[in-house]
Structure formats: C-alpha cells, structure tokens
C-alpha cells in the first residue's frame, strides 16, 4: 500500500492567491483528517470526515479555509484568499473507523505551504 | 478529553531504554492512553495504546499505574532513529464511528545519542 498520499508536497505562493491542497487517503480507510503544524500553535485538527461527510470542522480557522471529500478516495484543503499567517505544514491522515474496534491514523508526508 | 503533561525534552543513549513518562491525573474510567510519535519533517505515526493493562507490541511498552492517573512509555533499546517528538493522548475511544479525533499537546521531544 501506498500510504496517504498528498500533493503538492512543497507549495510557495503569494498572498491573496487562492491554494489547493489535496489528499488521497489509504484505500478503504472511511474517515479522513486534516491537521495543521506550526511552530507556534503546534498540531492542530482543522476538520475531519467520516464516509465522505464532514464530522467536525471546528477547528477550521475561518471562512478563508474549505474542505470538501468529493469521494472514498480524494479530499481537497482550499484556502482563499491565502496569507502569510497560513504558512504551516498541513498533514492528511486516515483511518478505518469502526464502531467495534480501535484502529489507528496513518498520517501523509505532509505539504509544506509558505506564502509570502 | 483529559489534559496531559510530559517532559518537554529527554535525553538517551543509544541501547538503554528509554523511558517516557505522561501525566493524566484527570483521565477518567472509559479514556484510553495512546502514544504517537513524529520523526522530523514527517507525519505523526501510531506506537501503541492502552486502557488499564500494560501492554506491549513490536514498538514499545506501555506501563499504566493502577490508579491510571501516569503512564510511561517504554522504548526497550533506543537507537538514533527513535530520536522525536512523542506524544501522550488521552482520550475516550467513541464506539458509534466518525468521532476519533485526537488532540495533540506538546510531546516530549527525545534525543537518542550515542
């Protein structure tokens, strides 16, 4: 298995500018995270779905940022306009999410934005 | 979900055993204890959980007091690549599905030297 996939996994681009993150969870995981690192706030839950519907986007800083999982096998992370303050490394994880039973997260490699 | 506390780094050498401690003095009957860990520039990855046994896997130990309120990680023989960021969680395990998110602190951010 590939493991979670994510591109782009380096993405450089000015303020104002509209940025597209995208993730393809391990096939066959039904529940899909997204997570924001920085230095100062650490790591952070944005949002979460579970089958293709969004769970708990509480931590979804504000409007600028939007997630959507079209199907099993893609979820997108869109920020626009994009500032400054956004450059972070955002990760994607999945799980297979039972109501029986434990099972882990596997985390992508992550996709280092910097916007300038 | 219970609070936690770690040490905010520790040092070990290479082939001792490494022994990270977590505080949840608030952990209550039905949180489980999880361990993740994040090697620089990379995602988190799973180690091990517990609830109130010890338990052991190809990773690591996981020793949890009788009363719960401490646990402490067991790394049998560290070696450079066990040098990260580990994190303790705690947190109930939701048996209806679609609500196992986890909330990451600071870590203890352990350095293996030779």
């Known amino acids: 298995d590939a493991g979670v996939i994510q591109s782009p996994r380096h993405e450089v681009t000015e303020m104002g500018q509209e940025v597209t993150l995208r993730c393809k969870p391990i096939s066959g995981h039904n529940s899909l995270f997204w997570y924001r690192q920085t230095m100062m706030r650490g790591l952070e839950l944005l949002i979460y779905f579970n089958n293709n519907v969004p769970i708990d986007d509480s931590g979804m800083p504000e409007d600028r940022f939007s997630a959507k999982m079209p199907n099993a096998s893609f979820s997108t992370l869109k920020i626009q306009p994009s500032e400054p303050r956004d450059s972070a490394v955002y990760f994607c994880?999945?799980?297979?999410?039972?109501?029986?039973?434990?099972?882990?997260?596997?985390f992508g490699p992550g996709t280092r934005l910097t916007v300038l | 979900d219970a609070k936690t506390t770690q040490p905010t780094s520790m040092d070990c050498a290479e082939g001792r055993a490494a022994n990270l401690p977590c505080n949840h003095s608030?952990?209550?009957?039905?949180?489980?204890v999880y361990w993740y860990r994040q090697i620089h520039s990379q995602g988190p990855q799973y180690i091990i959980h517990g609830l109130k046994n010890n338990e052991t896997n190809e990773m690591a130990s996981l020793i949890i007091t009788e009363d719960r309120k401490s646990s402490t990680l067991i790394l049998p023989h560290a070696t450079l690549r066990d040098t990260a960021v580990y994190y303790c969680i705690v947190r109930v395990h939701i048996l209806t599905g679609g609500g196992n998110k986890l909330t990451f602190g600071t870590g203890t951010q352990l350095k293996v030297e030779l």
């Open positions: 994880a999945s799980s297979l999410d039972l109501a029986t039973s434990f099972h882990e997260q596997f």
């Open positions: 608030t952990i209550s009957g039905n949180e489980y």
